[in-house]
Nanobody, 127 residues
Framework: QVQLVESGGGLVQAGDSLRLACAAS????????YGWFRQAPGKEREVVAA????????FYTDSVKGRFTISRDNAKNTVYLQMNSLIPEDTAVYYC????????????????????WGQGTQVTDSS
């Protein structure tokens, strides 16, 4: 069992930066790849970025490439999403999710492939 707790959301203005963190419980952190998803009002939950268990290529959806950076600290059992140059369209609830399957088996955007989800953290652009 893995529990995920997101933090770092808040109220921002266009151009601001924000760093989200996803703290994972348990000793199995290294066994999972992690994705950051977001869900804006009236829209489906979409994958924003993903990071595999070890090494491998990072994934970013087109709208955040060059602005967001996903990383993981295995010593702290934490996954981060650094968000720069925020725009109003980034307003959403951001969720962290964990899965054991690799991207060669399931695309990062397949929500059903994730075994564990956090409760979400709100990011609001007030511009």
């Amino acid at each position: 069992q893995v529990q995920l707790v997101e933090s770092g959301g808040g109220l921002v203005q266009a151009g601001d930066s924000l760093r989200l963190a996803c703290a994972a419980s348990g000793r199995t952190f290294n066994m999972y790849g992690y994705g950051w998803f977001r869900q804006a009002p009236g829209k489906e939950r979409e994958v924003v970025a993903a990071i595999p268990r070890s090494g491998g290529r990072l994934f970013y959806t087109d709208s955040v490439k060059g602005r967001f950076t996903i990383s993981r600290d295995n010593a702290k059992n934490t996954v981060y999403l650094q968000m720069n140059s925020l725009i109003p369209e980034d307003t959403a609830v951001y969720y962290c999710a964990a899965r054991s399957s690799p991207s060669t088996l399931n695309p990062w955007g397949l929500r059903e492939s994730y075994e564990y989800w956090g409760q979400g953290t709100q990011v609001t652009d007030s511009s």
